[in-house]
T-cell receptor
Framework: AQSVTQPDIHITVSEGASLELRCNYS??????LFWYVQSPGQGLQLLLK??????LVQGIKGFEAEFKRSQSSFNLRKPSVHWSDAAEYFC??????????FGKGTRLSVIA | ETGVTQSPTHLIKTRGQQVTLRCSSQ?????VSWYQQALGQGPQFIFQ???????GRGNFPPRFSGLQFPNYSSELNVNALELDDSALYLC????????????FGQGTRLTVV
C-alpha cells in the first residue's frame, strides 16, 4: 500500500534562513506528488505539484521541490523563510486512479 | 471563479446524533472528495463522488455516507456520531476522476461531545 513519511514533526527556523522539509513515499507506480500548506484552522492550499518532466518544480510563495526517484523523495525547499511561512506542511501522493495519501505533516515555526 | 466552500465552519454535536456537512465545488469541477483530518494528523480519504456516483471509498464505516448533486455540490452525512468522529472535515474538488489537482475548502470543524 502507498504511504508517505514526513520524518520531521516540528521544525524551527530563523527568519531569512533556508528551509528544507523532507518527504519520502512508498508507491508502486510513478506517483503524482504534491505539497500543501495549512494555516491554523484553515483548509489546505496547494504549493506545488509534480506529475512528470522536470524533476525540479517551482511553486507559489517562493517554494520549490525536487523529485528524486532513486531516493523516493520529494523534498520542499525555500531559500529564505518569512515569518508568514509558519504553518503546517503536508506532502501527498496519488495517481490518476487513486485518492491522495497524505503524510502526517511538518509544523514549521519561524523565529526572529 | 469561485473556490470550494464548505458549511458550516464549526459544529458541535452529541454522541449518537447525525450530522450533514455541505460542500460547493469550484466552478467547472465535477469531482468532490471528502477527507477527515484528526487533530495532529494528515487528512484521510473518506470517499469521492464523480458525476453523482461514488467513485472510491477509504477505510470508513457505512455510517459515513454522501451525495453529489447535479450541480456537483456534495454532502457528507455521518450517522450515530462517536467521540472519535471529532475532526476537521475537508472537501476537495477537482476535474476528472480521482486526482490531478485537488482544491480544498476551509473545512468544517466537528466536535462530538
Amino acid at each position: 500500500a502507498q504511504s508517505v513519511t514526513q520524518p520531521d514533526i516540528h521544525i524551527t527556523v530563523s527568519e531569512g534562513a533556508s528551509l528544507e522539509l523532507r518527504c519520502n513515499y512508498s508507491y508502486g507506480a510513478t506517483p503524482y506528488l504534491f505539497w500543501y500548506v495549512q494555516s491554523p484552522g484553515q483548509g489546505l492550499q496547494l504549493l506545488l505539484k509534480y506529475f512528470s518532466g522536470d524533476t525540479l518544480v517551482q511553486g507559489i510563495k517562493g517554494f520549490e521541490a525536487e523529485f528524486k526517484r532513486s531516493q523516493s523523495s520529494f523534498n520542499l525547499r525555500k531559500p529564505s523563510v518569512h515569518w508568514s511561512d509558519a504553518a503546517e506542511y503536508f506532502c501527498a501522493v496519488g495517481t490518476g486512479n487513486t485518492p491522495l495519501v497524505f503524510g502526517k505533516g511538518t509544523r514549521l515555526s519561524v523565529i526572529a | 471563479e469561485t473556490g470550494v466552500t464548505q458549511s458550516p465552519t464549526h459544529l458541535i454535536k452529541t454522541r449518537g446524533q447525525q450530522v450533514t456537512l455541505r460542500c460547493s465545488s469550484q466552478s467547472g469541477h465535477n469531482t468532490v472528495s471528502w477527507y477527515q483530518q484528526a487533530l495532529g494528523q494528515g487528512p484521510q480519504f473518506i470517499f469521492q463522488y464523480y458525476r453523482e456516483e461514488e467513485n472510491g471509498r477509504g477505510n470508513f464505516p457505512p455510517r459515513f455516507s454522501g451525495l453529489q448533486f447535479p450541480n456537483y455540490s456534495s454532502e457528507l452525512n455521518v450517522n450515530a456520531l462517536e467521540l472519535d468522529d471529532s475532526a476537521l472535515y475537508l472537501c476537495a474538488s477537482s476535474l476528472g476522476q480521482m486526482n490531478t489537482e485537488a482544491f480544498f475548502g476551509q473545512g468544517t470543524r466537528l466536535t462530538v461531545v
